[in-house]
């Protein structure tokens, strides 16, 4: 008879890779201020939760944006178009 009556000592397997398990980790638990970027040509201001998450598209960065109007609604932008701003 075996001794061994725990779970055992593997992790369960992800459903997510573990690159999504952190970056999701991170928006959950770290509080961190939005970088505030403008548009330099229009001069829209948006916000950023994560400048260091980029989406390399065809060799060009995109970073994931929104206006505070709408949070919820978020767009990708080419990284090198947006500056950011010094106040948030």
């Not at 961190?32 to 060799?59: A, G």
Request: charged share 30%; hydrophobic share 30%; glycine share 2%.
């Amino acid at each position: 008879m075996s001794s061994e009556a725990g779970k055992g000592s593997k992790p369960r397997p992800y459903s997510i890779t573990k690159d999504q398990f952190s970056s999701n980790w991170d928006l959950i638990f770290m509080n961190k201020k939005p970088v505030k970027l403008v548009n330099p040509l229009n001069q829209e201001v948006w916000f950023c939760n994560d400048y260091s998450n980029v989406k390399l598209v065809d060799d060009v960065e995109y970073v994931t944006v929104y206006k505070l109007e709408n949070p919820k609604r978020t767009h990708l932008m080419r990284k090198e178009a947006l500056r950011k701003s010094s106040n948030v």
